[in-house]
Every structure is written in structure tokens, then in C-alpha cells.
């Protein structure tokens, strides 16, 4: 994981057979058969020279690690809503990942706006909430900004239906749990989602 300022990644692969427990020192990013890779982002939506440098590093591992699609957990765009700041914030930032095909799907977080979600690079198709599949995951993208009764529902019907072979994946803006000092956990969401998660 590499951290500036508020902007985050991380590479992840998800595979079958799961890897040996432990970080080596010389780690090597897994790339056993049958992996479902990708990369988060969050907080990223700036324009600024650390978003650029993350964007830059993202190219570069996707050498060693060829992550298929990248997921974001919020806040995409900070500095408005006009197609100029969809460029500045993020096509500009991920053309070289744009360019070569790969897929980013978003999710809302608190500093973005609604209307996001029809910004047909975030693969959101006009939907808070949705769900997709990349081999054997399935992933859930929610809106955790309006984490309604209408939206749980919603949630534990796909979960259901998702199957039980198969590896569940859910992705938001608001930690369920955080020691951090500022924009800790969020116990309203852990209330709405956890006992979903557990059952």
C-alpha cells in the first residue's frame, strides 16, 4: 500500500488456491492461476501532483502485477462536477490505464456528487449500488453516503443470490472500523451491513 496524504492504493490479487500466510521481504505480488487482480483507490479525486505520482506508480506496477480493473471507494472528484474536472481529476491522471483497457468502478464518498454516477468511465451505469462479477468474485459497490433500508434489501438479495462457490467482495466509502483520529468508523453503517456480512 502507498499512502500520500489522503490518496491511497492498493494492489490485491484474490486466488485460487489462497497463497502461504506471511510477507516475505523480497514479497512478490501473487500471480497464481485463476487470480482475480485489481487495485483500489480512494480519496484520490484532487488533480495534484500526488495524484499524478500515484497514477504514475499504479502504470508501473501494473508491469509486475497486471491488475485487471481498479475499484474506487470515494471521493473521486474534490474539486467539482464540470467535465473539466472530470478530466483534471481523473482522465487526465489514469489515461495511460484508460488507453490500455482498464476498467475502473466507482463508488460514492462524501465529497462526491450524485450525478458521478453517470460518468460512464466510473462503469456505475446511473446506480448508486450495484454489482458485478470478475471471475470467480463477486463484487458489491455501495452507497454508503444513503445506506437506506431500500438499499440493504437490495444487498441481501444479491448476496443470496450471489451463490456460495464463489467469493463476495463489498466496496464503500465509510470504514466500518477505524482507529483513525479523524473520520473514524462508522457505526451507523456497521449497524445497516455487518449482520448482513456475518450472515
Known amino acids: 500500500m502507498r499512502r500520500l496524504g ?3 492504493v492498493v494492489l490485491l490479487a484474490v486466488a485460487t488456491p489462497v ?5 516475505a521481504a523480497d514479497f512478490a505480488f501473487p500471480l ?11 480519496d484520490f479525486g484532487t488533480g495534484e501532483r500526488p495524484q499524478l505520482e500515484v497514477a504514475q506508480q499504479m502504470v508501473k506496477s501494473r508491469a509486475a502485477f497486471p491488475f485487471e480493473f481498479v475499484i474506487t471507494v470515494g471521493d473521486n472528484l474534490y474539486t467539482g462536477s464540470l467535465p473539466v474536472d472530470f478530466d483534471k481529476d481523473f482522465a487526465v491522471p489514469y489515461k495511460p490505464l484508460l488507453d490500455a483497457g482498464v476498467p475502473f468502478y466507482a463508488t460514492l464518498g462524501n465529497h462526491d ?3 458521478e454516477r453517470f460518468y460512464k468511465p ?3 451505469n446511473g446506480a448508486n449500488y450495484y454489482t458485478f462479477k470478475k471471475g470467480h468474485v463477486h463484487f458489491f459497490a455501495l452507497d454508503t453516503n444513503y445506506m437506506d433500508q431500500t438499499q440493504t434489501k437490495w444487498l441481501e438479495t444479491q448476496l443470496r443470490n450471489a451463490g456460495n462457490g464463489d467469493w463476495k467482495s463489498c466496496f464503500f466509502h465509510h470504514a466500518l472500523y477505524s482507529s483513525a483520529r479523524f473520520h473514524g ?3 451507523d453503517t ?3 451491513v455487518e449482520p448482513l ?3
Not at 497464481?32 to 480512494?42: D, E
Open 197 to 199: 456480512f456475518v450472515k
Open 32 to 42: 497464481q492461476a485463476n487470480s482475480v487482480r485489481l487495485a483500489v483507490i480512494g
Open 190 to 192: 456497521r449497524k445497516a
Open 19 to 23: 497463497p502461504p500466510a506471511g510477507v
Open 6 to 8: 489522503a490518496l491511497c
Open 113 to 115: 456528487k450524485t450525478n
Open 122 to 124: 466510473f462503469n456505475m
Open 185 to 187: 468508523s462508522a457505526p
